[in-house]
């Protein structure tokens, strides 16, 4: 069975940091483009950061310089480190697999940055 599974949320205080993972149970991992989305209650899913199977990575203008989005193929695992946490973080972040066989989203892991 094709599974994403998310881990790593959490409660933390503005200026924080977490580490979020993916772990995927994908034997296409490697050719996979990961991303990492979030929602926030009333707003659409956005994309948050992205990264290809060359590790070519793609981010939000928001988390820029903030976030760092990373991939082990070998443990078939996506992280995204998340420094310097703002409230407007605050969502559910769901993980991604896309590639030409399939698309697979992950069943979210809840961020909240809050005093």
């Known amino acids: 069975q094709v599974q994403l599974v998310e881990s790593g949320g959490g409660l933390v205080q503005p200026g924080g940091s977490l580490r979020l993972s993916c772990a995927a149970s994908i034997s296409t991992f490697s050719i996979s483009t990961m991303g990492w989305y979030r929602q926030a209650p009333g707003k659409e899913r956005e994309l948050v950061a992205s990264?290809?199977?060359?590790?070519?990575?793609n981010y939000a203008d928001a988390v820029k310089g903030r976030f760092t989005i990373s991939r082990d193929n070998g443990k078939k695992t996506v992280y995204l480190q998340m420094n310097s946490l703002k409230p407007e973080d605050t969502a559910v972040y769901y993980c991604?697999?896309?590639?030409?066989?399939?698309?697979?989203w992950g069943q979210g892991t809840q961020v909240t940055v809050s005093s």
């Open positions: 990264i290809t199977a060359g590790d070519n990575t």
């Open positions: 991604n697999a896309n590639n030409v066989f399939l698309t697979k």
